[in-house]
């Protein structure tokens, strides 16, 4: 396994095609030998031939995936990550050859990751527009090996999908991240994070804000002390609670009508008012 990190990590694709070349083909008879032995006993050393014997094919696929921009090794790491998957998965007593169950894994890891490092806000969410991703460009590089146009109403009825949401795809894919502190232009120490407003209030404003408030919550909670317990407990209950208990509700507790809990309740903000400022009454109001 030691041997199969090193490759992974060389900084070339040649070096590591020259690498994985030295890992001999396996027959079905040693295939399925060395993955029953996995599989029943867990034998790694039988796993990590199985790997390497396969890591050419994994290159093979990666390389139907460099129309999109990345760098072939990491695809092909990727790829190795989704053939130890189906190692792991693999049940030799099907009849299948593990390269054949194998493909779903690697491409599917390969997938997500072009899907991953695309963009900062997710390109694809669902399956369905994973999918809509792949097809779009497998779709637009048909056409350009043509040596056609590109028209996107023929290329929607092609793909079988609405055009507004090929549009949208569209927009996802071609329209990049942009770093913004990238300089606006070359040799310049401007950046477009300069150009973005700052929205948010100063700390002063809010430091006066937070004082606003804690001052008038420390005037509530003495006005609230001079009220006698059952005013306090009805402000509390209908004003100053998450959930404001009705009138009902509070007439039943104390065993009167919701006429008397009215009148209670207006008594209490009457005396509330009379003691808090201005403005603290202006919000109990």
């Keep these: ?22 890992f001999k083909l396996l027959s079905r008879e040693e295939e399925f030998e060395l993955a ?6 867990g034998e790694l050393e039988a796993a990590q031939r199985l790997i390497c014997a396969n890591l050419r094919f994994v290159v093979k696929i ?9 760098k072939t090794l990491d695809l092909i790491q990727e790829g ?11 049940d030799p007593d099907r009849g299948l050859r593990l390269i054949t169950y194998a493909v779903w894994w690697i491409k599917a ?44 109403i023929e290329a929607a009825k092609e793909l079988d999908v609405a055009f507004g949401e090929m549009e949208e795809m569209e927009q996802r894919i071609y329209l990049r991240d942009t770093s913004i502190d990238i300089p606006l232009t070359e040799g310049s120490d401007y950046t477009l994070l300069e150009t973005i407003p700052d929205q948010r ?20 909670h003495g006005a609230l002390s001079q009220l006698n317990e059952r ?12 959930r404001p208990s009705t009138l009902q509700d509070l007439a039943n507790h104390y065993q009167l009508s919701r006429e008397r809990i009215r009148q209670l309740e207006n008594n209490a903000l009457r005396k509330l008012k009379n ?5 603290a009454a202006s919000l109990l109001a």
Excluded: C
């Excluded at 990666?62 to 990345?70: N, Q, S, T």
């Excluded at 700390?203 to 420390?218: C, D, G, P, T, V």
């Excluded at 003691?275 to 403005?279: A, D, T, V």
């Design 1 to 22: 396994m030691n041997d199969l990190k090193a490759v992974v990590t060389s900084d070339t694709l040649e070096y590591y095609m020259a690498q994985i070349k030295q």
């Design 36 to 41: 029953s032995r996995y599989r029943r006993h």
């Design 62 to 70: 990666a390389h139907e995936y460099r129309g999109y921009g990345m």
């Design 80 to 90: 190795n990550i989704g053939l130890m998957m189906a190692v792991k998965k693999f």
């Design 109 to 152: 890891y390969i997938n997500n990751f072009i899907i991953r490092s695309w963009s900062l806000v997710k390109i694809g969410t669902t399956q369905a527009q994973k999918k809509l991703f792949f097809k779009l460009n497998q779709v637009r590089r048909a056409f350009r090996q043509r040596g056609d146009e590109y028209p996107k």
């Design 201 to 220: 209030d100063n700390q002063e404003e809010i430091f006066l804000h937070q004082e606003r408030k804690e001052n008038l919550a420390a005037e509530i």
């Design 231 to 242: 005013e306090r407990a009805i402000i509390e209950a209908r004003i100053l609670s998450d």
């Design 275 to 279: 003691i808090l400022e201005p403005q």
